[in-house]
């Protein structure tokens, strides 16, 4: 008997099929209905991470350190079309300017680095001369009328008694230390403070030099500038000059090649010796700023990259060319550190940067113009306080 077949042979009946179960209401039928099911889905998925972006976006921008572009707005950079910055004119290697009325030396590399950095490239930033006196105020020379500067980078160093003062200094860019110079032919060699008692040397009028070489017994003679010492010193007129050595070493080495001569030159210029006197402390040149907080914050970055980041080479680069190729000249006295300085309490600046932000922002290249482009259109211790 087969299986199909009942106890008699009979077949066996068929069962009838089981309908499906019908579809509950609201339910989607079918593949495009399935598929649809799935887009909503997504979308909502999306909306809800936007909502989500958004929040964080909005709770991070209401707690978080400021961007640079709300720093510039603060520092009431944007849409301003020129950068005023007051610098020496008299101090090769340092800031010089040549009979073009182009500037050149250190401190104007740094001022091109710190104002590239700021949203300004070379041919928006104007140099003025500023003397020792008016650096405090920023005010600088705008051919017969005195202006107010954006900010100072003028061999300035950072003293406790300029901060009491008012003075805003950024972090410092370079450390070096007071020195003296002397003509080669002349008997005195000093070591120490001491050794110039009873000699007249000048310094710069407005430096706490003037209080060191009078409490050494040396008849201090004070001037506005200090080419005007070494031209004093050059005619026999005074016995030394005391100052910062990244000062003095521009005067020690002959003129480096330029494609000028300088605006301000020294007449019968005599063979210098430059000396270490072992004056404790360094000199810590940095930027006055001016009062706003958020222009000293955007310069400390620039300088804090000069420092360890992408700035260094550039840093470095203009420190070779002016410090190093004096220093050969200065055997005795090290004009320099070649290492920027740390920033100080409070120099650290915190700023808000997204993800995509730290690809979008690039220095540009360094093109610093050469010397045709005419731009002329601390610490509560002794020091020269230059």
């Not at 209401?62 to 572009?69: G, L």
């Not at 040396?218 to 001037?223: E, I, L, Q």
């Not at 200065?330 to 690809?359: I, L, T, Y």
């Amino acid at each position: 008997m087969s299986e199909s077949e009942g106890p008699v042979g009979d077949p066996l009946p068929q069962r009838p099929a089981q309908p499906a179960e019908p579809a509950q209401p609201g339910e989607p039928v079918g593949p495009a209905a399935a598929n649809r099911t799935r887009w909503l889905r997504l979308g909502a998925l999306i909306v809800l991470l936007v909502v989500a972006a958004v929040t964080v976006v909005r709770v991070v921008s209401a707690t978080a350190p400021p961007s640079r572009e709300q720093l510039r707005e603060r520092a009431e950079l944007t849409g301003k079309q020129e950068l005023l910055i007051g610098v020496k004119d008299d101090q090769p290697g340092v800031s010089q300017q040549l009979e073009t009325g182009a500037f050149v030396g250190f401190d104007i590399e740094i001022a091109y680095m710190i104002a590239e950095d700021l949203g300004f490239e070379a041919s928006r930033v104007r140099f003025l001369p500023i003397e020792s006196e008016d650096r405090a105020r920023r005010q600088a020379r705008d051919g017969n009328r005195y202006v107010t500067v954006d900010l100072v980078i003028a061999s300035y160093s950072i003293t406790e008694e300029r901060r009491r003062q008012g003075v805003i200094f950024s972090a410092p860019y370079l450390q070096t230390e007071q020195s003296v110079v002397t003509r080669a032919d002349s008997d005195l060699r000093p070591t120490t403070f001491a050794d110039l008692a009873g000699r007249t040397v000048c310094t710069l009028a407005t430096s706490t030099a003037e209080q060191n070489l009078a409490a050494a017994g040396a008849r201090a003679h004070g001037r506005n500038r200090i080419s005007d010492c070494i031209r004093e010193l050059h005619d026999g007129e005074i016995d030394a000059v005391t100052t910062d050595a990244a000062i003095l070493a521009g005067f020690v080495a002959p003129p480096a090649v330029e494609a000028a001569p300088p605006k301000v030159k020294i007449e019968n210029p005599k063979p210098l010796r430059h000396f270490d006197i072992g004056a404790s402390g360094d000199e810590l040149w940095g930027v006055n700023t001016g009062p706003n907080p958020a222009v000293r914050d955007l310069v400390n970055l620039s300088l804090e990259q000069a420092r360890t980041g992408r700035n260094g080479k550039r840093w470095r680069t203009a420190f070779d060319r002016y410090f190093g190729y004096a220093q050969q000249y200065s055997v005795e006295q090290q004009v320099a550190v070649d290492r920027q300085p740390p920033p100080g309490p409070g120099d650290k600046v915190e700023v808000r940067q997204w993800p995509w932000e730290r690809f979008a922002w690039r220095h540009p290249s360094p093109a610093r113009p050469g010397p045709a482009f005419v731009a002329a259109r601390g610490r509560a211790r002794p020091n020269s306080g230059c």
